[in-house]
T-cell receptor, first 111, second 117 residues
């Protein structure tokens, strides 16, 4: 049973569009939710969210967590071709050493 | 070093052969993780090392998989008698200890793409 589910699986947009990526999770003892960007091989850290309703922002990217409804969204405004990547959502759980990852959303931004 | 490094970047082997994958974590990071990413799948946890503590091997898929971490730094993941289903990208990550943010912000290496023919 998947603990982390991301949607959509893939997305194609034009430069300048705004996109919203979704991540829902189901873990027993939630601790935090993380977003990563994976362009080639190495996922790079974007955000870590632990509290509901507090938006994290970095440039054109922002993310928010809803611990009641068990989901997070990642927004990217004014998309650029360099935003093309797989965006991975992961959650950590008390008692587990590892992160549980979703399968990712593959975003393609076309000029 | 500036980041997590892994070698080799690509490995092609024949079914039944053993392979060794290497990970150099970020200097000073005491926690080290191995994950596997198969085509179209999310990252699958394999094993976790923290300092001198016994490793968490709960994610290893079979006894053909093993890993060690010598001197609290470099780690080697060994796959014995490789099978075609072992083909995947093997990612290593490291993190600091201390606050939750430090522990859970994992920095990933570029991975080793393993292909078993």
């Amino acid at each position: 049973e998947d603990k982390v589910v991301q949607s959509p699986l893939s997305l194609v947009v034009h430069e300048g569009d705004t996109v919203t990526l979704n991540c829902s999770y189901e873990v027993t003892n939630f601790r935090s939710l993380l977003w990563y960007k994976q362009e080639k091989k190495a996922p790079t850290f974007l955000f870590m969210l632990t509290s509901s309703g507090i938006e994290k922002k970095s440039g054109r990217l922002s993310s928010i967590l809803d611990k009641k409804e068990l989901f997070s969204i990642l927004n990217i405004t004014a998309t650029q071709t360099g935003d093309s990547a797989i965006y991975l959502c992961a959650v950590s759980e008390t008692g587990a050493n590892n992160l549980f990852f979703g399968t990712g959303t593959r975003l393609t931004v076309i000029p | 070093g500036a980041g997590v490094s892994q070698s080799p970047s690509n490995k092609v082997t024949e079914k039944g052969k053993d392979v060794e994958l290497r990970c150099d974590p970020i200097s000073g990071h005491t926690a080290l993780y191995w994950y596997r990413q198969s085509l179209g799948q999310g990252l699958e946890f394999l094993i976790y090392f923290q300092g001198n503590s016994a490793p968490d091997k709960s994610g290893l898929p079979s006894d053909r998989f093993s890993a060690e971490r010598t001197g609290g730094s470099v780690s080697t993941l060994t796959i014995q008698r490789t099978q075609q289903e072992d083909s995947a990208v093997y990612l290593c990550a490291s993190s600091l200890t201390g606050t939750r943010t430090r522990r859970e912000t994992q920095y990933f290496g570029p991975g080793t793409r393993l292909l078993v023919l």
